[in-house]
């Protein structure tokens, strides 16, 4: 046989096909990385905002980013304010949190404010009478993204998921800010089954293990087509493309 009819054809559409998908897979790598940057950055500040006393509710309202800051506030009649029930998780307990609304004399617009858990296992609530009276509250402000499309509807008065125009049709307020209050002091202070918190930030930051998963196909795609390349090389093949295995036969 000669050296022209054993030459190897090297695989010009594997390694295209292989080199594309590189590409993809580092470039979704890299995009994670970027991700957890960002995500980090997002932690950094929120934690550095909370970490501030407590302003007015004018002048943190007035900030380009008023997310996650403290703020002292008067929510008149706050302590037998009506309320709506979402249902939640606290610690690993079931529960619920009282959500009732805000309308500070010192600012035009009206908040929802959660006023903290409850325990599944409390059955009493706290009374309910219209009044006006001063109620100072220190609160931190959150944003509140709209329900998924997967929640559950409301029963029985009852929410299971953290709709703002929902509650604020059922707690009778028009056109409430769009961040909620996180009362961090109580509402009825001698009622001591109401928990006042800020649960904590919704932030699942779990890009570097998407980073490197990304980059770990990458280099098994590198190392897959080492294996197939060599193997392709060491098959010589004729003129007229069969393997030197396949004419011996």
Not at 46 to 55: D, I, K, M, S
Not at 115 to 143: C, H, K, M, Q
Not at 144 to 171: C, I, S
């Amino acid at each position: 046989m000669t050296a022209e009819a054993t030459r190897t054809r090297f695989p010009y559409g594997l390694t295209i096909v292989c080199l594309l998908a590189l590409v993809l897979l580092c470039g979704l790598g890299t995009w994670q990385v970027q991700r957890m940057q960002w995500k980090n950055g997002l932690i950094d500040q929120a934690e550095a905002a909370a970490a501030l006393p407590p302003a007015s509710i004018a002048s943190v309202m007035a900030l380009d980013d008023p997310a996650f800051r403290k703020v002292a506030i008067d929510c008149p009649g706050l302590a037998t304010a009506p309320y709506v029930e979402l249902q939640t998780i606290h610690d690993g307990e079931p529960g619920v949190r009282m959500i009732s609304a805000c309308r500070p004399a010192d600012f035009p617009t009206a908040f929802l404010i959660d006023r903290g858990f409850v325990s599944e296992t409390i059955f009493a609530r706290p009374p309910v009478a219209a009044s006006t009276a001063s109620f100072p509250v220190v609160a931190e402000l959150r944003e509140t993204p709209p329900p998924g499309p997967m929640a559950l509807p409301v029963d029985k008065g009852r929410f299971f998921a953290r709709d703002m125009a929902g509650m604020a049709r059922a707690l009778g307020v028009a056109d409430p800010d769009p961040n909620t209050l996180f009362a961090l002091t109580s509402s009825n202070p001698e009622w001591q089954a109401l928990q006042p918190s800020a649960p904590p930030a919704a932030f699942s930051n779990n890009h570097l293990g998407y980073a490197l998963t990304w980059f770990g196909l990458a280099l098994a795609l590198v190392g897959f087509y080492i294996v197939l390349l060599r193997k392709t090389l060491k098959q010589p093949r004729s003129a007229s493309g069969t393997t030197g295995k396949e004419e011996s036969s």
